[in-house]
């Protein structure tokens, strides 16, 4: 049973950075993507990036390019979403994912 859990949420200033974290436990297997969407109140859970186990390869959203860094440490099993220049509309929930596993998913809150 693969299980995700998220950190790093919190409250900034716009402009502001925060990294989140997704700790993966229970993987068994490999060659899959993991990533990161979120969730704004009273919008659609929207993708913003993924990356491949063990590949490197990333995919962002718009809303992400340039501003947002998705990163893995294969060894602690753990991704990263490093965010900056951080504007009030990524105020969300965010939620990794992994296929059919998502956390339980940290709050972002951007404002003044």
């Known amino acids: 049973q693969v299980q995700l859990e998220e950190s790093g949420g919190g409250s900034v200033h716009p402009g502001g950075f925060l990294t989140l974290s997704c700790k993966i436990s229970?993987?068994?297997?490999?060659?899959?993507?993991i990533g990161w969407f979120r969730q704004a109140p009273g919008k659609e859970r929207e993708f913003v990036a993924r990356?491949?186990?063990?590949?490197?390869?990333?995919e962002y959203a718009d809303l992400a390019k340039g501003r947002f860094t998705i990163a893995a440490e294969y060894d602690k099993y753990t991704i990263y979403l490093a965010m900056t220049n951080l504007k009030p509309e990524d105020t969300a929930v965010y939620y990794c994912n992994l296929g059919q596993w998502w956390g339980q998913g940290t709050q972002v809150t951007v404002g003044s």
């Open positions: 229970g993987l068994t297997f490999n060659g899959f993507y």
């Open positions: 990356t491949g186990w063990n590949s490197g390869r990333s």
